[in-house]
């Protein structure tokens, strides 16, 4: 099969796949944030053996690709593949967004990141707060934030509880802020963001900076932000 012919058949399994309604609402519903399983079936109100059914014919058209918690390594998590829909999907609106909040376990990178990075896509508010702050932002989160003309306040870290006002858009930013944030505050998007100071090298960080702006990117136009009308 040469090149033109192997691309027509992985835009037909795409097709394909996105040509039944409960596929397409898993799609819909990966579009803003990262899921489970069975988060994604307690959404849809789905059975989950259907939902495992549908999420295979996704993964195998390239649509979605599954990672494992770094918190709960029992559990994993699935991830929408923008470039396999060619910018062709639009992500459901959300309803009236006032300010964005980003969490984080120690709000010292991924957290700050893109809190600076909405603020300087949307002009919006936008803040960051942790569920176990460290002292002081990452050093290599200043770096790339410093190299990419984003403005972090290097002592600027905060508890969620601090922060967080109720009708704040919560957004976390990492897996184990996901899976604690049970309480009053709860996130409403979860990007299954990998930790870079887990490897604490400069591409680590990059590659968290990246995730984050190819997020925003498609989720901040999307809010009709206050004010702004």
């Known amino acids: ?16 796949a996105l040509g039944d309604p409960a596929r397409l609402a898993i799609v819909d519903a990966l579009t803003l944030g990262d899921a489970s399983p069975g988060e994604i079936a307690h959404t ?37 593949q923008p470039a396999a829909l060619a910018a062709a999907l639009t992500p459901p609106p959300l309803a009236d967004v006032g300010r964005v909040v980003f969490v984080c376990t120690h709000n ?14 949307t002009h919006g508010e936008a803040a960051s707060a942790g569920t176990k702050p460290a002292t002081r932002v990452h050093p290599r989160a200043l770096a790339v934030a410093h190299r990419h003309d984003l403005d972090l306040n290097p002592a600027g870290t905060a508890h969620v509880s601090v922060v967080v006002r109720d009708d704040d858009l919560v957004i976390a930013v990492c897996d184990n802020a996901h899976e604690e944030l049970t309480g009053p ?45």
Do not use: C
Request: positive net charge; without cysteine.
């Open 185 to 229: 505050v709860r996130p409403r998007l979860h990007w299954s963001v990998p930790d870079p100071v887990r490897i604490d090298t400069d591409e680590a960080f990059e590659a968290a900076y990246a995730d984050l702006a190819d997020r925003i990117e498609r989720v901040a136009p999307t809010p009709m932000l206050r004010g702004t009308r």
């Open 44 to 80: 849809l109100d789905m059975p989950t053996n259907l939902v495992a059914h549908h999420v295979k014919v996704l993964t195998e058209a390239g649509l979605v690709v599954r990672g494992r918690s770094e918190g709960d390594r029992r559990r994993t998590y699935l991830r929408l």
């Open 108 to 121: 010292s990178a991924r957290s700050q990141l893109a809190a600076a990075l909405w603020k300087r896509r």
């Open 1 to 16: 099969m040469n090149a033109e012919l192997a691309s027509l058949a992985g835009r037909a399994r795409i097709h394909a």
